[in-house]
């Protein structure tokens, strides 16, 4: 298992001696995650898309470890039931560092993790700014994630300058149709996105349950501004024509699903051949088949 530290800070008070701890952390570990928390809070000098822009462009340029970047929404939520929220859709992490002091105690208590807080001397702020560039979304489940999905994200490398990947449905999991937790599917997903399309993609959870016009018109202000969105859900397909965006399917038919791979573990049928070589080797790593089985027999 990758070692992997969480860092929650309040980028938007970005400074250069957050950047030098970051850097002087990020040798103790494989991974590393940054979380923008509660997004939706207004007031602030870019909109979380627009923070989740200038980020990467600052990391990818800064940082030579793999990270996964991505906001989590608070929604109302107690600030309890926020951060355990943070174990179900984040890779395993062993270390969370933190610039603010006054949680420290709780949130070490509340994640069963050890916290430090790094206090910065230096108050200017970094100027942030947030990169154009074309996009194309595309919202998936990824209960796996298959060759069906890589197909989509592919196509999509050829036609935009930069994807955008929603795991949708983030708080389901040890469901018959929901197996992985988010941060079992961003586990899965982020090595053959490195591998295929590195420093041209965003990989966000999100816990949507459903697809509304609400939920779509939230991505505008959560990610990175986007121009397409791939899809052969007939829903979203009309929701985005709704909203006027442009609606791209895949160019080519797929023969494969995640419920037939889910049904093949369960008969203990073959099912390499419809996933990346990537994604087949984490699932063989992991719990997730055995899983599948249980929740199939019940």
Known sequence: MAKRALFVFDWHRLTEQHLAFII?????????????????????????????TALKGIFSARLEKPFYLFPVTGKSLPVLYHWLRWRIICPYFSMVYIDNP???????????????VFSPKDRDPLLLSARQATRGLFITRAQPFHAGHA??????????EEVIIVVAMANMSHQPADIATAGERLEMIQPWLQKVIPKRYYLVPLPYSDFTMENLYELEYLLPSFE???????????????????????????????TMIRDCIVKDQSYKEYLPEIVYRYLQRSDIPGRIKKLGES
């Not at 590393?32 to 979380?48: M, Q, T």
């Open 24 to 52: 002087s952390r990020a040798e103790r570990y494989d991974e590393l995650i940054f979380l923008v928390d509660r997004p939706e809070e207004l007031g602030k000098s870019l909109n979380a898309g627009e923070l989740l």
């Open 151 to 160: 197909a989509f994200v592919q196509q999509m490398e050829q036609e935009v």
């Open 228 to 258: 397409h969105i791939y899809t052969s859900n007939p829903t979203i397909m009309a929701m985005a024509a709704t909203a006027h965006y442009s609606v791209r399917q895949l160019h080519k038919k797929m023969d494969v699903s995640s």
């Open 102 to 116: 006054i949680v420290q105690a709780q949130l070490q208590h509340v994640l069963k993790t050890p916290v430090e």
